[in-house]
């Protein structure tokens, strides 16, 4: 590069890093807002992993409500991606500094550990909503939906529709690359609740991949085959081509969330097998509610997502007024808020939910 | 024979075995020659291989339903490779193309579903923001002459995040009627279901190909790829093609963004985020320098042919997916080896 060009080319390097620096500034501020708390008032902070997901976003909107109900001055902010640890950590720093009682955070990742012991040693409750973070005793307490419990309301329904006959199930899990406990609850939930064995306690794919499952009334299964789907629509959809490739005469489908059980039915009509195959997923949205209502879903095992962030600013709001600290759901290590399975019809033996009272209590907005 | 050296060049009437023969090449060397003309042999042999072995270990494989479901599966990332080598052929790389498709296959898929705005015009926009975006990626490489990998690695982050301010994390479904979704409907050709979107990767690939075999724009671009300096004192203005690249891989990306759109059902944001890595594998396993200045095109598709190859037999074989995760990375490291080895062919 000649001499006389490197004053331009650095001017300009200046200035694409002043918009980025100046971006990122105002994205963080834009994350962050809320009223400044008065002495009185019990200030609670949530800090959610982003705003750009509605199941973050139905947590706001509860949290705000029971605020306003409990008299608690709460402040929101948000890491501006999943992933985006930085700005969690101003925020729990904000807390500390503003006097809060309490934080309530999805969190972004481990970097945040360090912030939040702080803020427990500065006198400050940490509940984590939704996912343990990691080791679990970072967080005073964890609110999240019983995952296994989740699967298995879908298994114990799979079996109990199959009435006895053999059952050849595809399992769509999230991912390939790595090990994360909502996989695996989830799957050995689904496999427990027809009543096989998981055959691990820590890894997927570890059941026998044939015998019989004693869920319903019973009968013999075949695993066709597990693929990860990374939770999306098109992962779900290239593994169920994959999967039906393998075994046309799959009846039953397990999928990790949402829209990979919305690409593994797109899969499924392009392949014309909708009317023999079921499939379960988890995760109740509103979209969801719908989806089991045409049809698409033979199940969905919900979550309520604003349950923990409500319940959470409950539960600072009553320790900070002398009430006692929130415990955990008798035989487990987190406080569970609770799941049901929504289906269009009943199914015995299986304690469900219409789709009316799905839609009652799911959460983002219906499109 | 005389006492001077044996001419290096072909004599009349000589073939090139002749010559490799007269030169006293081993077959190793004749082999190394050979891959360095026709740079798509060797992921054409890794392809044919693999579908025998796969057909083998289970006879489902070869079967029509299977094989064009494979092709499907390839269609995005096969046609995002298109834009890619364009890319890499130049020595650069681009970290952001599959954030850029993602984002304009959801801008496309709101504007028709919830603004209520025409196909053909959600298409445009689309469009017009995929070469935008790229022009964005071009100029920081040109004008202000940051490195492809820096750029684009910062401007993946942007239009990362671009996506899910403006998605709020919402899925589309359109309805199946609707234009957006012709690249994911089908008609039959005997046994084979081909979908639309593997029809327009197809045609993409045949008019780029044209366009850098039998145009002065692919020769410039292949000159300036394989040596910048030579290329500009050869009267190449070597900065206007280097963002020309950009701006083609541009439109590349919307044609992507529309064949995802018919493959998703509308638009997720979270399908396609592998895109980016998923069209540089394409592209390396199909034997196109990351160095710039060679490789062959159709190189590119049968790299995406390979990977989705290797997935769905390695699933049809009921393998623990995580080998689907090591077979990819073991065919990288084959591949840029390879082409090592061919880049120190000797005259």
Redesign the interface.
């Known amino acids: 590069?000649k001499f006389h060009q490197a004053p331009r080319?650095l001017l300009?390097?200046a200035a694409?890093s002043a918009v980025?620096f100046g971006a990122t500034a105002c994205?963080s501020a834009a994350g962050s807002s809320g009223s400044s708390s008065s002495s009185s008032e019990v200030g609670v902070a949530l800090i959610l992993k982003?705003l750009?997901?509605?199941?973050f976003?139905t947590m706001e909107q509860d949290a705000k409500a029971a605020a306003a109900k409990d008299g608690v001055s709460l402040t929101v902010a948000a890491g501006?991606?999943d992933g985006d640890t930085q700005t969690q950590i101003s925020a729990i720093d904000d807390a500390i500094s503003r006097g809060d009682k309490g934080i309530l955070i999805t969190t972004n990742g481990n970097a945040v550990n360090a912030a939040l012991n702080q803020a427990k040693q500065a006198g400050l409750y940490v509940i984590a909503l939704d996912t343990a973070p990691t080791p679990a005793s970072i967080a005073d307490i964890t609110y999240a939906t019983d995952n296994t419990a989740a699967g298995k309301l879908d298994g114990e329904a799979a079996a109990a529709t199959l009435g006895g006959k053999k059952a050849v199930i595809a399992m769509l899990?999230l991912y390939?690359?790595q090990v994360v406990s909502v996989d695996i609850d989830r799957d050995h939930g689904f496999l427990q609740g027809m009543g096989i064995n998981p055959g691990s306690t820590t890894e997927n794919?570890q059941e026998a991949?044939s015998g019989s499952y004693t869920g319903g009334a019973g009968g013999s299964y075949q695993i066709a085959?597990?693929?990860?789907t990374?939770?999306?629509?098109?992962?779900g959809?290239?593994?169920m081509?994959?999967?039906l490739?393998?075994n046309p005469s799959i009846n039953v489908v397990y999928a990790i969330n949402e829209?990979a059980a919305?690409?593994a039915y797109?899969a499924l009509q392009?392949a014309g097998k909708t009317s023999s195959v079921k499939v379960y997923a988890i995760d109740g949205s509103c979209?969801g509610m719908q989806d089991v209502a045409s049809g698409e879903f033979a199940a969905d095992a919900v979550q309520y997502p604003g349950k923990m962030a409500s319940l959470g600013v409950d539960s600072i709001a009553k320790l900070a007024k002398g009430g006692s600290k929130p415990s955990v759901s008798s035989g487990l290590d987190f406080y569970d808020t609770g799941t049901a399975l929504v289906t269009a019809s009943p199914v015995s033996g299986v304690s469900t939910e219409t789709v009316a009272q799905g839609k009652a209590g799911c959460w983002?907005?219906t499109? | 024979m005389t006492a001077s050296a044996p001419s290096p060049v072909l004599e009349p009437a000589e073939t090139v075995s002749d010559l490799s023969a007269r030169r006293g090449h081993s077959p190793a060397n004749r082999l190394q020659h050979l891959l360095h003309r026709r740079p798509a042999l060797s992921p054409l042999a890794v392809l044919l291989i693999a579908v025998v072995i796969f057909s083998l270990v289970?006879a489902?494989?070869y079967?029509a339903?299977?094989l064009s479901?494979v092709a499907?599966?390839s269609a995005?990332v096969g046609s995002l490779a298109v834009g890619q080598t364009l890319i890499v052929l130049t020595a650069g790389i681009d970290l952001s193309i599959g954030a850029i498709m993602v984002l304009a296959s959801f801008l496309a898929a709101n504007l028709v579903?919830t603004d209520n705005v025409s196909v053909p015009l959600a298409l445009l926009a689309a469009t017009v923001v995929a070469v935008a975006a790229q022009a964005v990626n071009g100029l920081?490489v040109t004008?202000?002459?940051?490195p492809p990998f820096i750029v684009t690695l910062?401007t993946f982050?942007v239009f990362?995040?671009l996506t899910?301010?403006y998605?709020?994390?919402?899925?589309?479904?359109l309805n199946t009627g609707s234009g957006l979704l012709w690249t994911g409907q089908?008609f039959l050709i005997g046994n084979f279901r081909v979908t639309y979107g593997v029809v327009l990767m197809v045609v993409l690939y045949l008019v780029v190909a044209y366009a850098l075999r039998c145009t002065a724009w692919g020769r410039h671009l292949y000159a300036t790829g394989d040596d910048p300096e030579a290329a500009r004192l050869a009267g190449i203005d070597t900065k206007r093609v280097l963002l020309s690249a950009y701006l083609v891989a541009g439109l590349v990306i919307a044609v992507s963004a529309w064949i995802?759109c018919g493959?998703?059902?509308g638009a997720?944001p979270?399908?396609?985020?592998?895109a980016n890595l998923e069209s540089i594998t394409a592209v390396v396993i199909g034997g196109t320098s990351l160095f710039g200045g060679r490789g062959s095109l159709v190189g590119s598709l049968l790299g995406a042919l390979i990977v989705q190859v290797f997935?769905?037999g390695l699933?049809?074989a009921?393998v623990?997916?995580?080998y689907?995760?090591l077979a990819v990375g073991v065919l990288v490291i084959l591949a840029v080896s390879v082409d090592q080895w061919i880049r120190k062919v000797k005259a």
Do not use: H
């Open positions: 590069m080319t300009a390097l694409v980025a994205g982003t750009s997901n509605p199941y976003v501006t991606s899990d390939n690359t794919s991949k085959c597990q693929q990860p990374q939770g999306a629509i098109d992962g959809r290239t593994a081509e994959d999967c490739s393998a829209p919305e690409g797109a392009a979209t983002g907005s499109n | 289970n489902r494989f079967s339903v299977n479901l499907q599966q995005v579903f920081l004008r202000v002459k940051l910062g982050n990362t995040a899910l301010i998605a709020k994390g919402q899925t589309i479904t089908s995802l493959r998703v059902g997720d979270n399908s396609g985020l592998n997935d769905n699933a049809l009921g623990d997916p995580n689907q995760v």
